[in-house]
């Protein structure tokens, strides 16, 4: 079973049919191509998102459900097809994919999500995009806090 | 913000080597031809957006902020659940390895 060095999670053993396919990378990142999704009982509902390639690169990412029930989510024909799904539908979330939101974490402001793009993966056939839903609202800095609890932090 | 009026098939230049041409103009929505040097980076906003997040993204995992963010989501600081039962099910021992040794 092929093993895998890296910065947070230490060494970690997987197996091959367990790497997902990002064919076309993440915007920024797009010669990022095999990651493994990597739940931790300790630290649900996170998931993380870490990059076989580079050991320093690992996404905190939560289910957009989680976040945002009734997110809509819609693939456009080349995205589908990048995905390996029929095109001639929308997916269902939960049965055909997963949808996570890439979360920030920075110092100096409060972690959001980005819902603007999510990160859809089809598992069954282990490919995965990240989707920038061009004719969404959805922001790319949704606040994981709620206003009341900013205030009370700052 | 300078602010010009164009029609279809009029454009604009910004420098000397880019060209904006306006291709379609329906409601609500333009169709535009941008000619550039190849190593001008050409992006829609939200991808910028995108990539600008994932680049913040990428920078800010540490075992703390790991922490603080899960502390925050359990103690319901954070208005994010689990996913529920019509949510993303990952099936047991299927997608995600256990970590560590």
Redesign the interface.
């Known amino acids: 079973m092929p093993e895998f060095q890296t910065r947070?999670?230490?060494?970690?053993?997987?197996?091959p049919e367990?790497v997902?396919e990002f064919p076309l990378g993440?915007?920024?990142?797009e010669n990022e191509r095999r990651f493994?999704?990597?739940?931790?009982e300790?630290?649900?509902?996170?998931?993380?998102l870490q990059s076989l390639s580079r050991p320093e690169?690992?996404?905190?990412t939560?289910?957009?459900?989680?976040?945002l029930?009734g997110y809509e989510l819609t693939l456009s024909a080349e995205e589908l097809h990048t995905l390996d799904l029929a095109e001639d539908r929308q997916p269902v979330?939960?049965e055909d994919v997963?949808?996570?939101a890439?979360?920030?974490?920075?110092?100096e402001r409060p972690?959001?999500a980005?819902l603007?793009?999510p990160v859809v993966i089809n598992?069954r056939k282990r490919l995965a995009i990240?989707s920038?839903?061009?004719d969404s609202s959805y922001s790319?800095?949704h606040p994981?806090?709620?206003r009341d609890?900013e205030l009370q932090c700052s | 913000m300078l602010v010009i009026r164009r029609r279809v098939g009029q454009s604009v230049f910004i420098g000397e080597d880019v060209e904006i041409e306006i291709l379609d103009a329906g409601p609500g929505k333009v169709k535009l031809g941008i000619t550039a040097p190849r190593e001008i980076l050409v992006l829609r906003n939200e991808i910028r957006f995108t990539r600008e997040e994932n680049l913040v993204a990428a920078q800010g995992v540490t075992p703390e902020a790991v922490q603080n963010l899960v502390a925050r989501i359990r103690s319901g600081a954070s208005p994010v659940r689990g996913a529920g039962p019509n949510g993303n099910k990952l099936a047991d021992g299927e997608i995600l390895p256990e970590s560590g040794p």
């Not at chain 1, 300790?42 to 993380?48: C, D, E, H, S, W």
């Not at chain 1, 690169?57 to 905190?60: H, S």
């Open positions: 947070y999670f230490e060494q970690i053993t997987y197996l367990s997902i993440l915007p920024g990142f493994l999704l990597v739940e931790q300790l630290n649900k509902p996170i998931v993380f690169l690992c996404f905190i939560v289910p957009v459900q989680g976040i029930p979330v939960g997963l949808h996570l890439v979360v920030s974490l920075a110092e972690p959001t980005n603007l793009a598992w990240q920038v839903q061009t790319h800095q994981l806090l709620t609890l």
